[in-house]
């Protein structure tokens, strides 16, 4: 069956707007996982109070062992039983976030692990105190080995926006769905997506892999 794309062209406005959205979410999705990857990660690498590295735990592992898109329904629909009204983009931010948020917190938590505990006696010894041997030993060391599977959550997330149709937010999946239900061509519709996302995604693989050559260096 020949393909026509030409039926398409009318909806490249509404195409194009979808994708910024579908970027945007997935930037703000990925730093504020980050910020949540760091605080849990550096937190659990150090020595709690037994009842915050249990709460620390359980939000590590129900994020981790549940599906994204019932966290996303429970977020969005479940909330508002408990007088929390969210916009569905907040949602999806809030959402996307802490579930990468959960995975990125165990690579941090990896990576401080992995530092040679040789340098916290040799830092001790020339009088460091335990905050600096943290912050200027042990961090930059751990950002430097967590640095590439951090990048590649953010691949993975831009992907998994596709899920945040679901809170009927106008974001790339969601246009095509209403594109096909008005043109009935699915194949081309899906194609077109399916390129577009691609294309998304292979550029942040390629900043990724453009932050990791220039950030290493940078890290001390």
Do not use: C
Request: hydrophobic share 50%; charged share 10%.
């Amino acid at each position: 069956m020949p393909l026509d794309f030409s039926f398409l062209i009318p909806y490249v406005p509404q195409l194009a707007t979808a994708a910024r959205i579908t970027l945007t979410i997935g930037v703000f999705s990925f730093v504020l996982a980050l910020a949540v990857s760091v605080l849990v990660g550096v937190l659990r690498s150090g020595r709690l109070p037994w009842i915050v590295d249990f709460l620390l735990g359980v939000y590590v592992e129900i994020f981790r062992n549940t599906p994204l898109l019932i966290q996303l329904f429970f977020i969005y629909y479940g909330l508002p039983t408990f007088g929390i009204v969210l916009p569905p983009v907040t949602a999806a931010v809030i959402g996307l976030s802490l579930n990468s948020g959960a995975y990125m917190s165990e690579a941090v938590r990896a990576a401080i692990s992995s530092v040679n505990k040789g340098q916290y006696e040799a830092a001790f010894s020339l009088g460091y105190n335990r905050y600096q041997v943290f912050l200027h030993i042990v961090l930059p060391q751990a950002f430097r080995i967590a640095l590439p599977t951090l990048m590649n959550y953010f691949t993975t997330m831009i992907k998994e926006t596709s899920l945040v149709s679901v809170l009927s937010i106008a974001e790339l999946t969601r246009v095509g769905n209403q594109i096909y239900a008005r043109t009935l061509g699915p194949f081309e519709i899906y194609i077109t997506i399916g390129a577009v996302y691609f294309v998304m995604t292979y550029s942040v693989a390629l900043v990724s892999r453009w932050v990791e050559k220039k950030g290493i260096k940078w890290i001390p």
